[in-house]
DNA sequence: AAAAACGACAACCGCCGAGAT
DNA sequence: AATCTCGGCGGTTGTCGTTTT
């Protein structure tokens, strides 16, 4: 690795920040702005690496940032991008105005996986099912498999995004607001923000096999182990919200 | 009351991609 | 084209306060 040349300098300061560097960040990016984080920490007279500097900065100085708890409706936002982002935190972070991607990676960390291993989708346990403990409820694939029978045609350039800020793009490709899904019975226009990468890798995570139909999965794969994982880190943050109200989840990826 | 375990979160580390030289 | 620099990212660690034993 590299280090950056602003950056080699022996005796650093390291470890928490104190009130006065704080200060000293706050009042030098206030009158000079953010120029170059591997030089400006020698001007404003700080002992600390850039790096330290922009970490600070934007995990905890910056004025637009929230403090406090997340409210449910955050934490319900955090769960449901996860599902579809995976642990991409910057992208959440910017969908959730205020927070640092630091924070709710961290929030991710101490809470929410610890509620989702709580509460995943329940799986079956029979005492004659040498397998039990590998099977979903066999009534809730087919509620989910009903309301979310996915035609999955990923790349197609019928399911191309545009971001918010995106559209006076000169892709060539067909763009829509939102990915167009077909469902069972029509299709349905997804405007959950992300790229076509974020789709796709939602789709992988949720079906594993590329341009594969969900209501055609037999019902032995729910039993295997992996597909289920990716099925409950997927369809399982809002399962959690939503209950049995599948018309809801189908609405919400 | 003291020690151990746990939880929360700030901060660090190593890596990577983009842009500049 | 190769190298360098910087900003940014995600995983991990360190520290401190709180709870449990």
């Known amino acids: 690795m590299r280090t950056p040349k602003g950056d080699i300098k022996v005796g650093l300061k390291k470890g928490a920040w104190t009130l006065e560097e704080d200060e000293k960040l706050i009042a030098y990016i206030n009158r000079y702005g953010i120029w170059n984080w591997s030089h400006m920490p020698r001007f404003a007279g700080l002992q600390r690496s850039g790096k330290s500097c ?17 409210s449910k409706e955050e934490e319900r936002d955090i769960l449901h991008y996860h599902s579809i982002l995976g642990n991409r935190w910057s992208a959440i972070a910017s969908r959730l105005p205020g927070r640092s991607d630091n924070e709710i990676k961290n929030y991710w960390h101490t809470h929410l996986k610890k509620t989702l291993r709580n509460n995943r989708v329940p799986k079956k346990s029979t005492q004659n099912d040498t397998n ?27 399911f191309s995004w545009t971001s918010e800020d995106d559209s006076s793009s000169s892709n060539s490709i067909p763009s829509t607001k939102g990915y167009e899904v077909e469902f069972e019975g029509g299709h349905q226009e997804i405007s959950s923000p992300g790229t076509v990468e974020d789709l796709q890798c939602f789709w992988r995570q949720l079906c594993p096999l590329e341009n594969l139909e969900l209501g055609n999965i037999p019902h032995e794969m729910f039993s295997n182990d992996v597909f289920q994982d990716s099925y409950n880190d997927a369809i399982g943050p809002l399962y959690n919200f939503y209950g049995d109200d599948y018309g809801l989840i189908s609405s919400r990826i």
């Open 54 to 70: 922009r970490l600070r900065w934007m995990n905890y100085l910056k004025p637009d940032l929230k403090k406090g708890s997340f």
């Open 132 to 158: 039990a403990s590998s099977c979903f409820e066999v009534h809730n694939i087919e509620k989910i498999q009903e309301h979310v029978n996915l035609v999955i045609d990923i790349p197609s350039p019928l």
